[in-house]
């Protein structure tokens, strides 16, 4: 059984760039999380997605950022004209469907996002 | 916004020492978790507990959930250096969402 997926692990742009991250669940989940991460701190919830919802993207910038859980394929967290502060780590969780979930997540192993 | 806190924010031990972490909040959640994240990689979850009060034990580390289900704690005996790492507590509302504490940065000294 393949883990969470995340790539790339390491991304490095310039202010203005964009930045696309991506993320495939666990088999059998369907259910995505995104956190963020700044170094020495906990994890900072994004957004919480299912295949082609948005069910809670309370932790998203109002600006620049917007993710996405297709019908087919990863999930996408997107961050348009990066600026130094977006410089993190992002984590991506899955959990499977309502019903067989016990509110645990299993993480990726993050990527990393250098803004130079 | 539910906060949960954990202290102490860093802790330095000798091997073979007893610590305890702790996790609080003023919200009540379903459920809590601890992951312990090692530099460079994702959380990893440790254990969930459920019910109030509840008592769990994972080899040398003890996990308790406050009876009114707002804090936890965890407790390692006879600290090994295999134990270093960020541990985090995360409450879990309801089947969404979980909120995670501002971590404890334990490292242990051989």
């Known amino acids: 059984n393949a883990g969470v997926m995340q790539n790339p692990r390491h991304l490095v742009r310039r202010r203005g760039q964009e930045a696309r991250l991506r993320c495939s669940p666990m088999?059998?989940?369907?259910?995505v999380y995104w956190y963020r991460q700044l170094p020495e701190e906990g994890l900072k919830f994004m957004v919480y997605?299912?295949?082609?919802?948005?069910?809670?993207e309370s932790g998203m910038p109002k600006e620049r950022f917007s993710a996405e859980f297709p019908k087919e394929g990863p999930s996408i967290l997107r961050i348009q004209q990066v600026v130094r502060g977006d410089s993190a780590a992002y984590f991506c969780?899955?959990?499977?469907?309502?019903?067989?979930?016990?509110?645990?997540?299993?993480f990726g192993e993050g990527s990393r996002l250098t803004v130079l | 916004t539910q906060l949960l806190e954990q202290s102490p924010q860093f802790l330095s031990i000798q091997e073979g020492e007893n610590l305890t972490v702790y996790c609080n909040s003023s919200s009540v959640f379903s459920s809590l978790q601890w992951y312990r994240q090692e530099p460079g990689e994702g959380p990893v979850l440790l254990v969930t507990v459920v019910t109030g009060g509840e008592v769990k034990k994972l080899k040398r580390l003890t996990f308790q959930f406050g009876d009114a289900r707002k804090d936890s704690s965890l407790h390692i005996t006879a600290a090994q250096p295999g134990d270093t790492g960020l541990y985090l507590c995360?409450?879990?509302?309801?089947?969404?969402?979980?909120?995670f504490g501002t971590g404890t940065r334990l490292t242990i000294i051989p």
């Open positions: 995360a409450g879990a509302e309801g089947n969404e969402k979980l909120t």
């Open positions: 997605l299912q295949k082609e919802n948005i069910i809670d």
């Open positions: 088999k059998g989940h369907s259910h």
């Open positions: 969780a899955s959990s499977p469907p309502i019903g067989r979930n016990t509110g645990e997540l299993f």
